[in-house]
């Protein structure tokens, strides 16, 4: 009689680390992690770093935090006086490359233009990357007038430009993304940021969280945002979303316009809705 052949014992399930795209333990590049973490070390506040500031930042070693600079600066991506080090052209590849060569970019830049025509404003688009909404595309500088002749556009608000990186708890297109979250991803990413709390901009910025999370109720209801002043002073911010085919929010769309007595922010929503709705095939 044949005897029993024993089961075969099962592979352990691996382990799937967590982010936009979770992937096997085993399959994680640790260097190339901390690499990147260092070159996200750098922003606005903190435009210069040394080793010590960069590994706080980075959340590693001081030695491999050096490492990781030095490799950075012989590659080209940073520079250095030998003591501080600060970001490179050369980081815009990155960037440019993703403008040049992603579908939502391009497919947005018509649309963006022909509003700036009409309603002679700034329009932008944005979309959310953690704590902050990126700017990825944007009208341009000018307009035609009835006259035919050139009339530039202020840009109202400071920092859009293309790449840029606001707050989103203080801007329309930020507010319209985190309302897109299901509820408690939602949740879950406000009660993170009110361990820290939510930074004001303004005297006019939202900081309380319960009255900041039933305002992005609101705007789950209403389906568009206004923020006035919440960003920058005299400054209206009015923002609708864009959706693909399936329904699913990919971006939000918002104008900027001065903030002056007797405006009427919400005149230009329905030009933003019909926008919304005519990119909906193409994104």
Same mark, same amino acid.
């Given at each position: 009689?044949?005897?029993? #052949?024993?089961?075969?014992?099962?592979?352990?399930?691996?382990?799937?680390?967590?982010?936009?795209?979770?992937?096997?333990?085993?399959?994680?590049?640790?260097?190339?992690?901390?690499?990147?973490?260092?070159?996200?070390?750098?922003?606005?506040?903190?435009?210069?770093l040394?080793?010590?500031?960069?590994?706080?930042?980075?959340?590693?070693?001081?030695?491999?935090?050096?490492?990781?600079l030095? #490799?950075?600066?012989?590659?080209?991506?940073?520079?250095?006086?030998?003591?501080?080090?600060?970001?490179?052209?050369?980081?815009?590849?990155?960037?440019?490359?993703?403008?040049?060569s992603?579908?939502?970019?391009?497919?947005?830049?018509?649309?963006?233009n022909?509003?700036?025509?009409?309603?002679?404003?700034?329009?932008?688009?944005?979309?959310?990357?953690?704590?902050?909404?990126?700017?990825?595309?944007?009208?341009?500088?000018?307009?035609?007038?009835?006259?035919?002749?050139?009339?530039?556009?202020?840009?109202?608000?400071?920092?859009?430009?293309?790449?840029?990186?606001l707050p989103?708890?203080?801007?329309?297109?930020?507010? *319209?993304?985190?309302?897109?979250?299901?509820?408690?991803?939602?949740?879950?990413?406000?009660?993170?940021?009110?361990?820290s709390?939510?930074?004001?901009?303004?005297?006019? #910025?939202?900081?309380?969280?319960?009255?900041?999370?039933?305002?992005?109720?609101? *705007?789950? #209801?209403?389906?568009?945002?206004?923020?006035?002043?919440?960003?920058?002073?005299?400054?209206?911010?009015?923002?609708?979303?864009?959706?693909?085919?399936?329904?699913?929010?990919?971006?939000?769309?918002?104008?900027?316009?001065?903030?002056?007595?007797?405006?009427?922010?919400?005149?230009?929503?329905?030009?933003?809705?019909?926008?919304?709705?005519?990119?909906?095939?193409?994104?």
């Open positions: 009689m044949l005897a029993s #052949t024993p089961p075969r014992a099962s592979r352990p399930a691996p382990e799937l680390l967590p982010g936009a795209f979770p992937i096997a333990k085993a399959d994680l590049i640790e260097g190339m992690a901390k690499g990147m973490a260092v070159l996200e070390a750098f922003d606005t506040q903190r435009q210069r040394n080793a010590t500031l960069a590994a706080e930042r980075a959340g590693i070693t001081r030695a491999a935090a050096r490492r990781h030095l #490799t950075l600066t012989h590659l080209g991506y940073l520079e250095t006086d030998g003591r501080y080090f600060w970001l490179a052209a050369k980081v815009l590849r990155f960037s440019g490359s993703y403008l040049a992603a579908r939502l970019p391009r497919a947005v830049q018509p649309s963006l022909r509003l700036a025509a009409q309603a002679q404003a700034a329009f932008s688009v944005a979309v959310l990357d953690g704590d902050e909404v990126v700017i990825i595309g944007r009208s341009g500088l000018e307009w035609k007038s009835p006259e035919s002749q050139a009339v530039p556009v202020r840009v109202l608000a400071y920092g859009l430009h293309l790449g840029a990186r989103a708890h203080a801007t329309s297109t930020g507010r *319209v993304l985190l309302a897109a979250k299901a509820k408690g991803e939602f949740n879950s990413w406000l009660k993170i940021k009110a361990a709390g939510l930074a004001r901009l303004t005297l006019h #910025t939202t900081t309380d969280v319960p009255r900041f999370k039933a305002l992005i109720e609101k *705007v789950r #209801t209403d389906d568009y945002c206004l923020a006035s002043q919440e960003h920058e002073i005299g400054v209206h911010a009015l923002a609708v979303p864009l959706r693909d085919m399936q329904g699913q929010t990919v971006a939000a769309l918002n104008v900027v316009s001065s903030f002056q007595a007797g405006s009427k922010p919400l005149a230009l929503l329905p030009l933003l809705l019909d926008a919304a709705r005519e990119l909906r095939p193409l994104l």
